[in-house]
């Protein structure tokens, strides 16, 4: 089945640096990797999200990356800001019929913003 | 995602009971995911449902049973709890079956003793 494996597990970044996390997925089949911001104690909010037919996209501050060819994927965050202290997960659809719109989640990162 | 809305917030049961946990999606929304969420982790797929009918199901044992009523709101039961059990487990709602995007509840907090 699909499997996520996402880096580094913690990342701790000056306020107004950029903060990277990454992806990679085994299952070439899947279709559409999502990205969860959880703050402590609240639900998984998804902040951004592309499909396998889109190399990039971009949404003011936060970015993600696909490269299919390699299976990984990236959230880039620029001028980062206290408030984007969270634990983000990604996750990666497999795209077959059986599983319906199932997504397999990394294991998180937990970005810690430091002013 | 505001509108997925999950019941009761936090539970604790003893081991080998039973315990139901309700959630309602988005309005417009019809189809509904379980995940469980065990502390330092990310959401496990456990179920998903779409139209009253299961349309996928994760690794978990038969323990775990779910069901989607005609509003599109759904139960996740667990039987004979374990220890293990302890989890915030999670709802999730989309538009279809197959839709991509999707909205998470606040969640209820089992505490298996």
């Known amino acids: 089945g699909e499997n996520v494996e996402q880096h580094p597990s913690t990342l701790s970044v000056q306020e107004g640096d950029s903060a990277v996390i990454k992806c990679t997925y085994s299952?070439?089949?899947?279709?559409?990797f999502p990205w969860y911001k959880q703050e402590l104690g609240k639900r998984p909010q998804l902040i951004i999200d592309i499909r396998s037919n889109v190399g990039e996209k971009k949404d003011q501050r936060i970015a993600v990356t696909l490269n299919k060819t390699a299976k990984h994927f990236s959230l880039h965050i620029t001028e980062t800001q206290p408030e984007d202290s969270a634990v983000y997960f990604c996750?990666?659809?497999?795209?077959?019929?059986?599983?319906?719109?199932?997504?397999?989640f990394g294991a998180g990162t937990i970005l810690r913003v430091k002013s | 995602d505001a509108g997925v809305t999950q019941s009761p917030t936090h539970l604790i049961k003893t081991r080998g009971q039973q315990v139901t946990l309700r959630c309602s999606p988005i309005s417009g929304h019809k189809s509904v995911s379980w995940y469980q969420q065990v502390l330092g982790q990310g959401p496990q797929f456990i179920f998903q449902y779409y139209e009253k009918e299961e349309r996928g199901r994760g690794n978990f044992p038969d323990r775990f049973s779910a069901r989607q009523f005609p509003n599109y709101s759904s139960e996740l039961n667990v039987n004979a709890l374990l220890l293990g059990d302890s989890a915030l487990y999670l709802c999730?709602?989309?538009?279809?079956?197959?839709?991509?995007?999707?909205?998470f509840g606040p969640g209820t907090r089992l505490t298996v003793t």
């Open positions: 999730a709602s989309s538009p279809g079956q197959y839709s991509y995007e999707q909205y």
């Open positions: 299952d070439s089949a899947s279709n559409y």
């Open positions: 996750a990666a659809s497999p795209g077959k019929l059986k599983y319906g719109n199932k997504l397999v």
